[in-house]
């Protein structure tokens, strides 16, 4: 019986990029991420991705362009929280990425993304969103750095 806790993350992208974010401080400090955080108890998932986003980055995005393209649960051993991390993409977007206390954001060619420097999980998602796949993962970490078993699989619909 697990404790769920509800995040977003947000990947802005166009044709031959990817916006990432390397994180300043706080949980997942030092890695390179999509932008993203805590759903608070008084807003909406969506309302959460697109808050985090403009905090994190300063961009806006158009609800109707955030689209949800999949779902990771995280669970770690000797812990009672599962991480219910919501994830969404946008090719349109408002505002320039600009750095903040939180964030260092830099845009990335699809053939060069940082893996080594990234949460150890997203190495193998993340094809299914650079594939346009709807997908649902879950990944059971020993600390923060150990994933001891997973399973990923594509959905036809969110
Ligand atoms: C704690 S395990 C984890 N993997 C992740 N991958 C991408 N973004 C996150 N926020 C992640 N957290």
Redesign the pocket.
């Known amino acids: 019986m697990y404790i769920r806790k509800l ?1 977003t ?1 947000v990947f802005l992208r166009n044709d031959t990029h990817i916006l990432l974010g390397l994180k300043k401080r706080g949980f ?1 400090v030092n890695k390179w ?2 932008f ?1 955080g805590k759903v608070e108890a008084d807003e909406t998932i969506l309302d959460a991705a697109l808050r985090e986003l403009k905090e994190e980055c300063c961009v806006t995005v158009d609800r109707d362009n955030l689209k949800n393209i999949g779902h990771l649960e ?1 669970t770690f051993t000797g812990e009672p929280t599962l ?1 219910d ?1 919501r994830v969404f993409s946008a090719t349109v977007f408002e505002g320039t990425p600009t750095e903040t206390d939180e964030m260092s954001p830099k845009w990335f060619p699809y053939t060069e993304i940082p893996f080594e420097d990234m ?1 150890p ?2 190495v193998i998602w993340f094809p299914y969103m650079l594939k346009d796949k709807l997908f649902f993962g879950k ?1 059971h ?1 020993k600390g ?1 750095d150990t994933i001891l078993n997973y399973n990923v699989e594509e959905l036809e619909s969110m």
Do not use: E
Request: no cysteine; aromatic share 40%.
């Open positions: 995040y993350l997942g991420n999509g993203g995280f991480m991390v949460w999980d997203d990944f970490y923060y």
